[in-house]
C-alpha cells in the first residue's frame, strides 16, 4: 500500500505541475504598435467531418512568404492540428483595407478541387495569437434553381478580421467574408485570384483574463443549463427510486432473512424464499477464466483512475476552450503513469484466487486495452494516410508514443504487478467452499446472462443520456463543452447507479441459487458500454450529418474503443459493489 500511495502521490505533482504551466499569462502576449502578431492557418475540411481535416495548403492557396511550420506539442499532433504560417499579416494597431496578400492564377483542377470543397462546406480554422477563428472557402447559389447541375460555385477571396484589443493584449478576433467579393468556379477553366484581406481594430475595456469567456459562455446559455439540469434531475430521481427499491430489499427481505435464519431453522427450508443461504459453499468459488477477469478488473480500475485524475484537471481549469491538445496530451500521459494501478490490482487479485502464472496475467493486463486500441489506430491511421488527411500521425509521434508506452507504461505496470504480487492478499471470504460445486437449478431465459445485461445497463444509461448529446455534439462535431461541473455529477451518478442494479440483479441471481455471479456482475456492470454503442448507431443516423468512409470508420472506431473502456470501467465498479454486497450478506448469517 506505500508503493501504491507512493505513486498515486508522484502522479499528483506530476498533474499538478502540468495545471501550473497550461494557462499562458498575459506577459507573454503583449505587444507594442507594428508588432506583427502571430497567425498560423491550421487546417481544412468539411463542416460535417471533424475528422476529415487537411493542411490548409493541400489546397491551392498562396503566400508571399515562405510558409513556415509551428512546432506543435503531442496533443496537439494528435489532435489533428498542423499550423502553418498564413498568408496574411496582421500588425498590433495596423489597419488595413483591402490590401492584396497575394496572386495565383488556378488551374482547371485547381478550380475543381476548390468548387468540391466549397460544394461539401469546407471551412478553414486559423490562430491569432492563440484565439481560434474560422471561416467558409466559398458559397453555393441555389437561389431559384432545381437543377443541381444548375447550381453556382463561388470562392470567397477577401476577408474581413476585426480584432478588439486592451492597452496592449489582443482580446478578441472575428472573421467574415466580404460577399461582394467572389471567384466563380462554377466552370473548369483557369481563373486568376487577388486573395485580400481587411484588418480593423477597436478598443475593448474586456480584461485579457477573460478573453476566452465568451467560447466558454455557448454552452452556458440558460436554455442550454436548462436542459442540463433537467438531465440532473431525471438522473437524481432515477437514482433516488433505485435507492430506495434496493434499501425495500436489504431492509425486509434480507433482515426477514436474518431473523429466519438466527431464531427458525425450519424456515431455512423454504428455498424458494431464501435460495441464497443454501448456496454458501459455492458463491465463493472462484470464476472460470480467472487471469482474463483480474485483468480486466486491473485494466478497469486503471482506468477508473484515468477518469478520476480527467475529472480534476477539468474542474481545476486545465480544459478550458480550444487549449489545444490538453485533452489528449493528459489522457496519454495520465494513463501511462496509472499502469501502475492496472498492475497492482490484477496481479493481487489473481494472487487472491490462488493463481499462480502472475507473469501471463500481468501480460494479459497490459494488452486488454491496448491491444484492441492499437489494432484500432493502425486501421483508421492507414485510412487517414490513404486520404492524406492531417489525422494521420507522423512517423516521429508514432515512435514518441512507442517509447511512452516502452519506457513508462510497461515498466510501471510490471512494478506494480511485482508489488501487487508481493503483498501476498488473501481472499476474505466468510464461508468456506465446498469441494464438489452445487448443480445450477434451470433457470427461465429472462435469468440468463444477456437478458439481465439488457435489463443492468438500461437504467444507468437512461441517467446519462441526454448529457450524451452534448458530449457527442462536442466531440464530434464543432460544439462548445465547458459544463465539467455538471458532467462530473452525471459521472457520479452513474457510478452510483451502476453500483446499485449490479449489486440488485446480483441479490436476484442468488436468490435463484445461482452461484456464478462474478463474471456475471462485471458483464452488467459494463453493459452500460453496450447501450452508449448502440446510441452512436442512433447518433450518426439521426443526430449528424457525418458521411464518407474516413469519417465513418472514425466515428465507429473509436467509439468503439471509448465504449469498450466504459465496459471495463464499470464492469469493475459493478463487480467491486456486488463483491462487498455478497460478503456483508454472507457474513451476517452463521454457515455451516
Same mark, same amino acid.
Given at each position: 500500500?506505500?508503493?501504491?500511495?507512493?505513486?498515486?502521490?508522484?502522479?499528483?505533482?506530476?498533474?499538478?505541475?502540468?495545471?501550473?504551466?497550461?494557462?499562458?499569462?498575459?506577459?507573454?502576449?503583449?505587444?507594442?504598435?507594428?508588432?506583427?502578431?502571430?497567425?498560423?492557418?491550421?487546417?481544412?475540411?468539411?463542416?460535417?467531418?471533424?475528422?476529415?481535416?487537411?493542411?490548409?495548403?493541400?489546397?491551392?492557396?498562396?503566400?508571399?512568404?515562405?510558409?513556415?511550420?509551428?512546432?506543435?506539442?503531442?496533443?496537439?499532433?494528435?489532435?489533428?492540428?498542423?499550423?502553418?504560417?498564413?498568408?496574411?499579416?496582421?500588425?498590433?494597431?495596423?489597419?488595413?483595407?483591402?490590401?492584396?496578400?497575394?496572386?495565383?492564377?488556378?488551374?482547371?483542377?485547381?478550380?475543381?478541387?476548390?468548387?468540391?470543397?466549397?460544394?461539401?462546406?469546407?471551412?478553414?480554422?486559423?490562430?491569432?495569437?492563440?484565439?481560434?477563428?474560422?471561416?467558409?472557402?466559398?458559397?453555393?447559389?441555389?437561389?431559384?434553381?432545381?437543377?443541381?447541375?444548375?447550381?453556382?460555385?463561388?470562392?470567397?477571396?477577401?476577408?474581413?478580421?476585426?480584432?478588439?484589443?486592451?492597452?496592449?493584449?489582443?482580446?478578441?478576433?472575428?472573421?467574415?467574408?466580404?460577399?461582394?467579393?467572389?471567384?466563380?468556379?462554377?466552370?473548369?477553366?483557369?481563373?486568376?485570384?487577388?486573395?485580400?484581406?481587411?484588418?480593423?481594430?477597436?478598443?475593448?475595456?474586456?480584461?485579457?483574463?477573460?478573453?476566452?469567456?465568451?467560447?466558454?459562455?455557448?454552452?452556458?446559455?440558460?436554455?442550454?443549463?436548462?436542459?442540463?439540469?433537467?438531465?440532473?434531475?431525471?438522473?437524481?430521481?432515477?437514482?433516488?427510486?433505485?435507492?430506495?427499491?434496493?434499501?425495500?430489499?436489504?431492509?425486509?427481505?434480507?433482515?426477514?432473512?436474518?431473523?429466519?435464519?438466527?431464531?427458525?431453522?425450519?424456515?431455512?427450508?423454504?428455498?424458494?424464499?431464501?435460495?441464497?443461504?443454501?448456496?454458501?459453499?459455492?458463491?465463493?468459488?472462484?470464476?472460470?477464466?480467472?487471469?482474463?477477469?483480474?485483468? *480486466? $478488473?486491473? +485494466? @478497469?480500475?486503471?482506468?477508473? !483512475?484515468?477518469? &478520476? /485524475?480527467?475529472?480534476? =484537471?477539468?474542474?481545476?481549469?486545465?480544459?478550458?476552450?480550444?487549449?489545444?491538445?490538453?485533452?489528449?496530451?493528459?489522457?496519454?500521459?495520465?494513463? *501511462? $503513469?496509472? +499502469? @501502475?494501478?492496472?498492475?497492482? !490490482?490484477?496481479? &493481487? /487479485?489473481?494472487?487472491? =484466487?490462488?493463481?499462480?502464472?502472475?507473469?501471463?496475467?500481468?501480460?494479459?493486463?497490459?494488452?486488454?486495452?491496448?491491444?484492441?486500441?492499437?489494432?484500432?489506430?493502425?486501421?483508421?491511421?492507414?485510412?487517414?494516410?490513404?486520404?492524406?488527411?492531417?489525422?494521420? =500521425?507522423?512517423?516521429?509521434?508514432?515512435?514518441?508514443?512507442?517509447?511512452?508506452?516502452?519506457?513508462?507504461?510497461?515498466?510501471?505496470?510490471?512494478?506494480?504487478?511485482?508489488?501487487?504480487?508481493?503483498?501476498?492478499?488473501?481472499?476474505?471470504?466468510?464461508?468456506?467452499?465446498?469441494?464438489?460445486?452445487?448443480?445450477?437449478?434451470?433457470?427461465?431465459?429472462?435469468?440468463?446472462?444477456?437478458?439481465?445485461?439488457?435489463?443492468?445497463?438500461?437504467?444507468?444509461?437512461?441517467?446519462?443520456?441526454?448529457?450524451?448529446?452534448?458530449?457527442?455534439?462536442?466531440?464530434?462535431?464543432?460544439?462548445?463543452?465547458?459544463?465539467?461541473?455538471?458532467?462530473?455529477?452525471?459521472?457520479?451518478?452513474?457510478?452510483?447507479?451502476?453500483?446499485?442494479?449490479?449489486?440488485?440483479?446480483?441479490?436476484?441471481?442468488?436468490?435463484?441459487?445461482?452461484?456464478?455471479?462474478?463474471?456475471?456482475?462485471?458483464?452488467?456492470?459494463?453493459?452500460?458500454?453496450?447501450?452508449?454503442?448502440?446510441?452512436?448507431?442512433?447518433?450518426?443516423?439521426?443526430?449528424?450529418?457525418?458521411?464518407?468512409?474516413?469519417?465513418?470508420?472514425?466515428?465507429?472506431?473509436?467509439?468503439?474503443?471509448?465504449?469498450?473502456?466504459?465496459?471495463?470501467?464499470?464492469?469493475?465498479?459493478?463487480?467491486?459493489?456486488?463483491?462487498?454486497?455478497?460478503?456483508?450478506?454472507?457474513?451476517?448469517?452463521?454457515?455451516?
Amino acid at each position: 500500500m506505500e508503493r501504491i500511495r507512493a505513486c498515486l502521490l508522484a502522479l499528483t505533482v506530476v498533474v499538478v505541475c502540468g495545471v501550473a504551466q497550461v494557462r499562458s499569462s498575459a506577459s507573454d502576449h503583449r505587444y507594442t504598435a507594428g508588432d506583427e502578431v502571430p497567425l498560423y492557418a491550421n487546417k481544412v475540411g468539411p463542416f460535417h467531418n471533424p475528422s476529415e481535416t487537411y493542411r490548409f495548403f493541400d489546397f491551392p492557396f498562396c503566400s508571399s512568404a515562405p510558409v513556415k511550420e509551428k512546432k506543435e506539442a503531442l496533443g496537439e499532433v494528435l489532435n489533428g492540428d498542423r499550423l502553418v504560417s498564413a498568408p496574411y499579416r496582421l500588425e498590433f494597431l495596423g489597419n488595413k483595407e483591402a490590401e492584396v496578400a497575394c496572386k495565383r492564377k488556378l488551374t482547371n483542377e485547381e478550380v475543381a478541387k476548390f468548387r468540391t470543397a466549397v460544394s461539401k462546406d469546407y471551412y478553414f480554422q486559423m490562430y491569432y495569437d492563440d484565439l481560434p477563428i474560422w471561416g467558409f472557402l466559398g458559397k453555393v447559389d441555389k437561389e431559384g434553381k432545381a437543377d443541381p447541375s444548375e447550381y453556382k460555385y463561388y470562392l470567397f477571396k477577401h476577408l474581413i478580421f476585426e480584432i478588439l484589443y486592451n492597452k496592449d493584449c489582443v482580446i478578441e478576433i472575428t472573421v467574415r467574408s466580404d460577399p461582394n467579393a467572389l471567384v466563380d468556379l462554377t466552370q473548369d477553366e483557369p481563373v486568376n485570384v487577388d486573395f485580400m484581406y481587411t484588418v480593423k481594430w477597436k478598443e475593448t475595456e474586456t480584461p485579457f483574463e477573460k478573453r476566452m469567456d465568451k467560447y466558454s459562455q455557448s454552452s452556458s446559455m440558460p436554455h442550454h443549463l436548462e436542459i442540463h439540469w433537467f438531465s440532473i434531475i431525471n438522473s437524481c430521481v432515477t437514482v433516488l427510486l433505485l435507492t430506495g427499491f434496493l434499501a425495500t430489499i436489504l431492509m425486509r427481505v434480507l433482515k426477514n432473512d436474518f431473523v429466519k435464519y438466527a431464531h427458525d431453522e425450519e424456515s431455512a427450508d423454504d428455498q424458494e424464499e431464501t435460495g441464497w443461504k443454501y448456496i454458501h459453499g459455492d458463491v465463493f468459488r472462484y470464476p472460470k477464466h480467472k487471469s482474463l477477469f483480474s485483468a *480486466a $478488473l486491473g +485494466s @478497469g480500475t486503471q482506468l477508473f !483512475t484515468l477518469t &478520476s /485524475f480527467i475529472f480534476i =484537471l477539468a474542474l481545476v481549469g486545465v480544459f478550458y476552450p480550444y487549449n489545444r491538445g490538453a485533452l489528449f496530451t493528459a489522457l496519454v500521459v495520465i494513463y *501511462a $503513469l496509472t +499502469s @501502475g494501478i492496472a498492475g497492482y !490490482t490484477a496481479a &493481487s /487479485f489473481y494472487c487472491q =484466487l490462488e493463481g499462480t502464472n502472475w507473469v501471463r496475467n500481468l501480460l494479459l493486463t497490459g494488452s486488454l486495452f491496448c491491444g484492441p486500441l492499437f489494432v484500432t489506430f493502425c486501421f483508421l491511421n492507414t485510412v487517414a494516410i490513404a486520404y492524406k488527411a492531417t489525422a494521420a =500521425l507522423p512517423f516521429g509521434t508514432i515512435v514518441v508514443i512507442f517509447l511512452i508506452w516502452a519506457l513508462v507504461t510497461s515498466p510501471l505496470l510490471i512494478l506494480g504487478g511485482i508489488a501487487g504480487k508481493n503483498a501476498k492478499p488473501e481472499f476474505q471470504a466468510p464461508c468456506r467452499t465446498t469441494k464438489y460445486p452445487r448443480e445450477i437449478p434451470s433457470l427461465p431465459w429472462y435469468r440468463q446472462t444477456l437478458p439481465q445485461m439488457a435489463m443492468a445497463g438500461f437504467l444507468p444509461f437512461s441517467a446519462i443520456y441526454i448529457e450524451l448529446y452534448y458530449i457527442f455534439a462536442s466531440v464530434w462535431g464543432h460544439r462548445i463543452y465547458t459544463i465539467y461541473s455538471i458532467l462530473f455529477i452525471v459521472f457520479i451518478i452513474l457510478l452510483i447507479v451502476t453500483a446499485f442494479v449490479t449489486v440488485a440483479m446480483t441479490y436476484f441471481q442468488l436468490a435463484a441459487e445461482d452461484h456464478d455471479w462474478w463474471w456475471r456482475s462485471f458483464l452488467c456492470g459494463g453493459s452500460t458500454g453496450l447501450f452508449i454503442y448502440a446510441y452512436c448507431l442512433y447518433y450518426y443516423n439521426a443526430r449528424s450529418d457525418m458521411s464518407g468512409f474516413m469519417q465513418t470508420s472514425f466515428f465507429f472506431g473509436y467509439m468503439a474503443c471509448i465504449c469498450y473502456g466504459f465496459f471495463l470501467m464499470l464492469g469493475a465498479i459493478g463487480f467491486r459493489a456486488s463483491l462487498f454486497f455478497v460478503r456483508h450478506i454472507y457474513r451476517s448469517i452463521k454457515c455451516e
